[in-house]
């Protein structure tokens, strides 16, 4: 015990508590942040939902149609009148056309950066990707600044975080979004949740009280928080498992098949569901993504939107707004649809378009704005911001502010820069009312 050098310390990290919940599965059962008890509806705090539209978005497929474009930029899918009488969309979102009164699009999202991952990370942390520091994301933030004492935690990606742009960075790894796998898939559960067969819990408080012996010799070595992050892990796995409330909220089988019809029987539809499962029982982050890329249509755009994708957001995104409607929960729900750019007005020899961040589109719904409007405008082709254009700084502070957290609040980096969080933006006046 007097010789650990720091690969036996970082080893010693990866010993089982159950006998097979290694430091990977201990890290997707993370954090030492949870929220408080579901409020009432006059009181419930503000939680986001967000559907990360990884890979980027269509703008004029999808939410600024341009019927009257040049032919070698114009979408083959119609425009279609929405309930706002002057505002359009793509014909093959037609259910979110009759809620165009809960909802603004912004039609100018613009920024510089045209490869995915630092567009990820732009738009996730509101910072210029920097090789040296690792900027945590909105999620991370999210679960550092509204923690509290509840077994959930306050931030979920469902089915997980793709990459460092949704993680934590320099806050370190308890404060990374939890990771809920696709509730999709058949007979859908969390990993983990349970004891492992054979292990009872008078065993697992023995293994435990071992594991705290050993853990006292480590944390007096330890001067970089390692210890004290693993025992935040630990703590948060042994409390999810005691807790049949949070272990209740991910059985997402107890909603009946109507209601599951209704959202859509996919990794969309069913991520939506389990959102709502989670932001009503306190849960006040939740990403919903249908994973790494999804949307980067370089080819063969035009039947890929037209009989799955379009269609799949469709049905999740009006039913959750229905949903939280119905149970007095939209006003307090901010919804959120974007990718980390748009895609390019011309299409290409592939018959698919490739990325275009001067001008993107996106849609805030909830969270106690006023719906039925439009931010910004594009120019007739749909290549640059012809007025109005909205930064990602200005939306993440614009986000912080929805959510309670202090947009200009400063964190000192791992190499001792001091870093704010809103990225000096500043709320946008359009989304406050």
Same mark, same amino acid.
């Given at each position: 015990?007097?010789?650990?050098?720091?690969?036996?310390?970082?080893?010693?990290?990866?010993?089982?508590?159950?006998?097979?919940?290694?430091?990977?599965?201990?890290?997707?059962?993370?954090?030492?942040?949870?929220?408080?008890?579901?409020?009432?509806?006059?009181?419930?705090?503000?939680?986001?939902?967000?559907?990360?539209? $990884?890979?980027?978005?269509?703008?004029?497929?999808?939410?600024?149609?341009?019927?009257?474009?040049?032919?070698?930029?114009?979408?083959?899918?119609?425009?279609?009148?929405?309930?706002?009488?002057?505002?359009?969309?793509?014909?093959?979102?037609? /259910?979110?056309?009759?809620?165009? /009164?809960?909802?603004?699009?912004?039609?100018?999202?613009?920024?510089?950066?045209?490869?995915?991952?630092? $567009?990820?990370?732009?738009?996730?942390?509101?910072?210029?990707?920097?090789?040296?520091?690792?900027?945590?994301?909105?999620?991370?933030? $999210?679960?550092? /600044?509204?923690?509290?004492?509840?077994?959930?935690?306050?931030?979920?990606?469902?089915?997980?975080?793709?990459?460092?742009?949704?993680?934590?960075?320099?806050?370190?790894?308890?404060?990374?979004?939890?990771?809920?796998?696709?509730?999709?898939?058949?007979?859908?559960?969390?990993?983990?949740?349970?004891?492992?067969?054979?292990?009872?819990?008078?065993?697992?408080?023995?293994?435990?009280?071992?594991?705290?012996?050993?853990?006292?010799?480590?944390?007096?070595?330890?001067?970089?928080?390692?210890?004290?992050?693993?025992?935040?892990?630990?703590?948060?796995?042994?409390?999810?498992?005691?807790?049949?409330?949070?272990?209740?909220?991910?059985?997402?089988?107890?909603?009946?098949?109507? %209601?599951?019809?209704?959202?859509?029987?996919?990794?969309?539809?069913?991520?939506?569901?389990?959102?709502?499962?989670? #932001?009503?029982?306190?849960?006040?982050?939740?990403?919903?993504?249908?994973?790494?890329?999804?949307?980067?249509?370089?080819?063969?755009?035009?039947?890929?939107?037209?009989?799955?994708?379009?269609?799949?957001?469709?049905?999740? %995104?009006?039913?959750?707004?229905?949903?939280?409607?119905?149970?007095?929960?939209?006003?307090?729900?901010?919804?959120?649809?974007?990718?980390?750019?748009?895609?390019?007005?011309?299409?290409?020899?592939?018959?698919?378009?490739?990325?275009?961040?001067?001008?993107?589109?996106?849609?805030?719904?909830?969270?106690?704005?006023?719906?039925?409007?439009?931010?910004?405008?594009?120019?007739?082709?749909?290549?640059? #911001?012809?007025?109005?254009?909205?930064? #990602?700084?200005?939306?993440?502070?614009?986000?912080?502010?929805?959510?309670?957290?202090?947009?200009?609040?400063?964190? #000192?980096?791992?190499?001792?820069?001091?870093?704010?969080?809103?990225?000096?933006?500043?709320?946008?006046?359009?989304?406050?009312?």
């Amino acid at each position: 015990m007097e010789n650990f050098d720091r690969r036996s310390f970082v080893k010693a990290g990866s010993l089982s508590l159950f006998g097979y919940l290694g430091w990977g599965d201990v890290l997707r059962l993370r954090a030492d942040t949870a929220l408080p008890k579901p409020a009432s509806d006059s009181a419930r705090e503000m939680s986001v939902i967000h559907f990360w539209l $990884a890979g980027g978005i269509s703008q004029i497929d999808s939410f600024d149609p341009k019927p009257e474009a040049d032919s070698k930029y114009r979408s083959p899918f119609k425009s279609i009148s929405t309930s706002v009488p002057g505002i359009h969309i793509c014909e093959h979102l037609p /259910e979110l056309a009759k809620r165009m /009164e809960r909802m603004v699009i912004i039609r100018s999202m613009t920024h510089k950066i045209a490869s995915h991952p630092d $567009a990820m990370t732009f738009m996730m942390t509101g910072q210029q990707p920097l090789a040296t520091i690792q900027m945590p994301s909105i999620q991370a933030i $999210a679960a550092k /600044e509204l923690r509290s004492g509840n077994e959930l935690p306050a931030s979920v990606s469902i089915p997980g975080a793709s990459g460092s742009w949704d993680r934590a960075g320099f806050l370190g790894p308890r404060f990374d979004p939890f990771s809920a796998g696709n509730p999709n898939q058949e007979n859908y559960k969390v990993r983990d949740l349970d004891l492992p067969m054979g292990v009872d819990w008078a065993r697992m408080d023995h293994r435990r009280n071992l594991l705290k012996l050993v853990d006292e010799k480590f944390r007096r070595m330890d001067k970089v928080g390692i210890a004290e992050n693993m025992e935040s892990y630990y703590q948060t796995a042994i409390d999810l498992m005691r807790s049949e409330k949070a272990k209740k909220t991910f059985k997402i089988d107890e909603e009946t098949d109507a %209601v599951r019809e209704r959202y859509g029987r996919t990794s969309t539809g069913q991520g939506a569901l389990l959102a709502r499962r989670l #932001v009503e029982s306190g849960v006040r982050f939740v990403t919903v993504s249908r994973g790494l890329g999804a949307w980067d249509h370089h080819g063969n755009i035009f039947p890929q939107l037209a009989n799955d994708y379009l269609g799949e957001l469709d049905h999740a %995104v009006s039913a959750l707004l229905d949903d939280l409607k119905d149970r007095s929960m939209l006003g307090t729900t901010l919804v959120i649809i974007t990718g980390e750019f748009g895609r390019t007005p011309e299409i290409n020899a592939f018959q698919g378009r490739d990325h275009w961040p001067n001008v993107f589109s996106m849609v805030v719904a909830g969270g106690g704005i006023t719906g039925g409007r439009v931010l910004g405008e594009s120019d007739k082709n749909g290549m640059f #911001v012809k007025d109005n254009p909205v930064q #990602v700084p200005d939306l993440l502070a614009t986000i912080y502010k929805k959510l309670g957290i202090d947009y200009e609040k400063e964190y #000192v980096s791992n190499i001792g820069r001091p870093v704010k969080i809103g990225a000096n933006g500043a709320p946008i006046p359009f989304l406050l009312s």
